[in-house]
């Protein structure tokens, strides 16, 4: 699902084979946006108005295009990419072990509640992801993947 702190952002339920980015949005969360609509919103930041009145438009409306918010719902697998070999190491995960379940570490209000298992059980809070980190989409049902799914619980490592 959608972190409490995105609540304000648009936002749409992700779906199987989603190319997804870390995505610092302008709440200050981390979350997760679609790689394609955050290519198309550079693009359109990249264009320069031309003239006084279009360079006066473009001061009053802020964003031309709002990122939207993509919620992953508890025990999706996703394969995360880029992951700094730092944080690999603080993990304690080989830089081929990127897949992990999307899970909610807790129901508390106004507590940033997602986060990634690992399969050696290191749970990682999605703020704690580099910005730019790409994520796919692998399923979006836990049901569809349920032999392989990696055990977390009481002996998870939280990062």
Same mark, same amino acid.
């Given at each position: 699902?959608?972190?409490? *702190?995105?609540?304000?952002?648009?936002?749409?339920?992700?779906?199987?084979?989603?190319?997804?980015?870390?995505? #610092?949005?302008?709440?200050?969360? $981390?979350?997760?946006?679609? @790689? =394609?609509?955050?290519?198309?919103?550079?693009?359109? #930041?990249?264009?320069? &108005?031309?003239?006084?009145?279009?360079?006066?438009?473009?001061?009053?409306? *802020?964003?031309?295009?709002?990122?939207? @918010? /993509?919620?992953?719902? &508890?025990? %999706?697998?996703?394969?995360?990419?880029?992951? &700094?070999?730092?944080?690999?190491?603080?993990?304690?995960?080989?830089?081929?072990a990127g897949e992990a379940v =999307?899970?909610?570490?807790? %129901?508390? @209000?106004? $507590?940033? #509640? !997602? %986060?990634?298992? =690992?399969?050696?059980?290191? /749970?990682?809070?999605?703020? *704690?992801?580099?910005?730019?980190?790409?994520? #796919? /989409?692998?399923?979006?049902?836990?049901?569809? !993947?349920?032999?392989?799914?990696?055990?977390?619980?009481? *002996? %998870?490592?939280?990062?």
């Amino acid at each position: 699902m959608c972190d409490y *702190s995105l609540m304000t952002v648009p936002n749409r339920l992700a779906v199987h084979g989603d190319e997804l980015v870390v995505h #610092r949005f302008q709440e200050g969360s $981390m979350g997760l946006a679609s @790689a =394609f609509e955050l290519r198309l919103s550079q693009e359109v #930041r990249k264009r320069k &108005p031309q003239g006084l009145w279009p360079t006066l438009k473009e001061f009053f409306h *802020s964003d031309p295009m709002v990122i939207a @918010a /993509v919620c992953v719902p &508890p025990g %999706a697998r996703l394969a995360i990419q880029d992951i &700094p070999e730092s944080l690999q190491y603080e993990w304690g995960i080989p830089s081929s072990a990127g897949e992990a379940v =999307f899970i909610q570490v807790t %129901a508390q @209000a106004h $507590m940033h #509640r !997602d %986060a990634v298992c =690992f399969s050696n059980g290191t /749970v990682v809070s999605l703020q *704690s992801l580099v910005e730019g980190q790409r994520v #796919r /989409v692998v399923s979006v049902s836990s049901s569809e !993947d349920a032999h392989t799914e990696p055990e977390y619980g009481a *002996s %998870a490592r939280i990062a």
